[in-house]
């Protein structure tokens, strides 16, 4: 069943939630990539830190490549998928917060942190309050196609 035979079409807000996750999750699997390659960097070889840091690239790509895909959801009114891009949005700020603390010095890390925030609460913000809660509220209660 298509958005015009239901009349259900997402609210403005739940498109920007989508364009915001998106972008989130582009923002994280970059971080990925460029943690993996920082593997290769003489200080991080010097130290003996190149596994956890390739692991800790490769989480963010995870996290990023499943915040992309579960925000596509998120237009046919999936309320698991909102679950899932709130849950994978807070986890990105979280890993956010482990950065700052593992490198207090790294004013890289305040700015990244401090983005992710205000974007992470907007996307929650976003899906859950106002016509947004309405229309997943709504998108549960019709049949399923």
């Known amino acids: 069943m298509s958005d015009e035979a239901t009349g259900l079409r997402p609210p403005k807000r739940v498109i920007v939630v989508v364009v915001l996750a998106y972008i989130s999750g582009v923002f994280d699997i970059v971080a990925g990539v460029v943690l993996i390659l920082l593997r290769y960097d003489d200080s991080v070889r010097?130290?003996?830190n190149a596994f956890p840091v390739t692991l800790w690239g490769a989480g963010m790509i995870l996290i990023g490549l499943l915040t992309i895909a579960m925000a596509s959801g998120l237009t046919r009114g999936r309320?698991?998928?909102r679950i899932f891009v709130t849950a994978l949005v807070a986890l990105s700020t979280i890993v956010d917060l482990i950065d700052i603390i593992?490198?207090?010095?790294?004013?890289?890390?305040?700015?990244?942190?401090?983005?992710g925030a205000v974007v992470?609460?907007?996307?929650?913000?976003?899906?859950?309050?106002?016509?947004?809660?309405?229309?997943?509220?709504?998108a549960r209660t019709l049949p399923a196609a």
């Open 79 to 81: 309320n698991i998928a």
């Open 46 to 48: 010097a130290s003996g």
């Open 120 to 138: 992470t609460a907007l996307i929650i913000l976003a899906l859950w309050a106002g016509r947004s809660a309405e229309f997943f509220r709504r």
């Open 102 to 115: 593992a490198a207090p010095g790294d004013g890289g890390a305040w700015w990244s942190f401090g983005i």
